[in-house]
């Protein structure tokens, strides 16, 4: 490898260049406009020659891996080809029917065939559900925040059991998940999205971050994912080291950086906002936010993600689902976690003129109007926020790329608060389970529960009038009740 090589493009992927939107080497991959070394991993190893910014530099194979780790998560136990060496691997029924056909019966479950390799498979949870009575009674319990042990107890069954019939449920939520998500996303004629990240368990330090994205307005979570894998094992070098692969891996020696945990987020929202650069730029990788963690403790089991790697994979997941042609608007928290994922995936949307991107934070009341905005450059980057504020309501508004830069428009209309909503209402209601001290370092419980929430909060949960966030997106009439969410 002869120094100065950007790491190599895969599958025509290539992520790693400047990703200052002002800067003339914006989306641009040649490597004589950067400066790059990787002797010293422990300083910047890319360095834009026009604007100075230090993008963190990526495996974009590890970016592919990665993605198809999240797809075929997703489709665990969905009807789809599972022939790995065919095209059609992993493309489920409800997105793909074309790719398949109807292929008679197998008792009461649908049978298809792949129309390229020829594969039949059933559609395993189309038939009748006999223990239906019971797994709504064990949901139902689930729902209202009792523990594992507690639930097994009232049951009477034990936890290799409970275990086994969230998996069942999981995958009967992710198979009813797949047909309404089709049905948006076909029929969409434009998306405004809000993204958010959390730690998935806040009391574990275990490194685990939980990044969903959803409809803006009515809440409708499209997609969710997880920087941990429970069936693999960290391989790879202890420094990231995106010229090699597998790069993706938290190795099992990585060691904390932060000094001082964070302090709690100031009510003001300049302050507020200067604090969270500070913590970015605290990160030895600002992309990172492993970086502000003062205590570390692997997950007993299973290989922990870089986060970039999850966050990279999570929006060329989202931008794949929205078709091309339709507008693609995101709500992003202050974090290069989520923005610099956003923006280098959506690269050819910003030159096609169809996407917006900014950062959101605060609050503007309904109709209220906007009399004065604020224009401030804030933190390292000089980022340029718009910021209304009284003395009820501040927000402020950063748009990052796109064509329609008006700040008096998204200061009205952009908002994160419904994911952020669902991530803190989930942790709310499963605090027990998520906290139970034998689950803190044992994350793989949490993800099929996680997809079982997404369901509900999609399907069944109605808010304040009565409406499903699936009935205010027009994809069904009615709210879904738990017993519908098993059969
Ligand atoms: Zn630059
Ligand atoms: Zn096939």
Redesign the pocket.
């Known amino acids: 490898m002869a120094s100065g090589d950007l790491p190599k493009e895969a599958n025509g992927l290539q992520l790693n260049f400047c990703k200052t939107l002002a800067c003339d080497n914006f989306g641009m991959s040649e490597a004589q406009r950067y400066v790059v070394q990787h002797a010293n991993p422990k300083r910047p190893a890319m360095v834009c020659r026009e604007c100075g910014a230090f993008p963190p530099l990526l495996n974009n194979q590890e970016v592919l891996n990665e993605l198809q780790r999240l797809r075929s998560y997703h489709c665990t136990g969905l009807p789809a080809?599972?022939?790995e060496?065919?095209?059609?691997?992993g493309l489920s029924i409800h997105t793909h029917k074309h790719?398949y056909h109807a292929f008679g019966y197998s008792g009461d479950r649908q049978r298809y065939r792949?129309?390229?390799?020829?594969?039949t498979f059933v559609d395993k949870w189309s038939g009748a559900n006999n223990k239906l009575t019971f797994q709504e009674n064990l949901l139902a319990l689930l729902f209202t925040g009792y523990s594992v042990r507690e639930i097994c107890r009232k049951l009477d069954i034990n936890p290799k059991t409970f275990y086994d019939h969230i998996e069942h449920i999981a995958s009967r939520c992710r198979r009813k998940l797949a047909m309404f998500d089709a049905r948006w996303v076909t029929h969409a004629d434009q998306f405004e999205l809000a993204s958010h990240y959390v730690a998935l368990q806040p009391k574990s330090n275990n490194g685990v971050f939980w990044l969903a994205t959803g409809d803006a307005k009515s809440g409708y979570i499209l997609c969710q994912n997880v920087n941990y894998s429970a069936n693999e094992e960290p391989t790879g070098e202890s420094d990231h080291n995106p010229f090699t692969t597998p790069a993706r891996f938290v190795p099992y020696d990585y060691s904390t950086e932060a000094s001082q945990p964070q302090a709690p987020l100031a009510t003001d929202l300049r302050e507020r906002i200067d604090q969270q650069y500070q913590a970015i730029l605290a990160r030895g990788n600002v992309e990172d936010p492993m970086g502000n963690l003062t205590y570390f403790h692997y997950p007993s089991k299973g290989a922990l993600i870089r986060p970039p790697y999850t966050s990279y994979a999570h929006f060329l997941h989202v931008l794949s689902l929205c078709p091309d042609d339709k507008r693609v608007t995101v709500y992003l928290p202050q974090d290069p976690l989520l923005r610099s994922a956003a923006l280098s995936v959506s690269l050819p949307r910003i030159k096609a003129k169809t996407v917006d991107l900014m950062y959101v934070d605060g609050k503007w009341g309904t109709n209220l109007p906007l009399n004065k905005i604020d224009i401030v450059h804030m933190g390292w980057w000089r980022d340029r926020w718009a910021i209304a504020e009284n003395n009820d309501y501040a927000k402020g508004i950063c748009y990052l790329a796109g064509d329609r830069n008006d700040p008096k428009l998204w200061l009205q209309t952009a908002s994160i608060e419904s994911t952020a909503f669902y991530q803190s209402r989930f942790q709310l209601l499963f605090q027990s389970f998520i906290n139970e001290p034998r689950r803190k370092l044992r994350p793989a419980g949490l993800l099929p529960v996680l997809d079982i929430f997404r369901a509900w909060h999609n399907l069944c949960y109605q808010n304040k009038s009565g409406v499903t966030a699936a009935q205010s997106l027009g994809l069904t009439s009615n709210p879904m009740a738990l017993r519908e969410l098993l059969s």
């Open positions: 080809c599972r022939n060496a065919c095209e059609h691997f790719l792949c129309k390229s390799c020829q594969l």
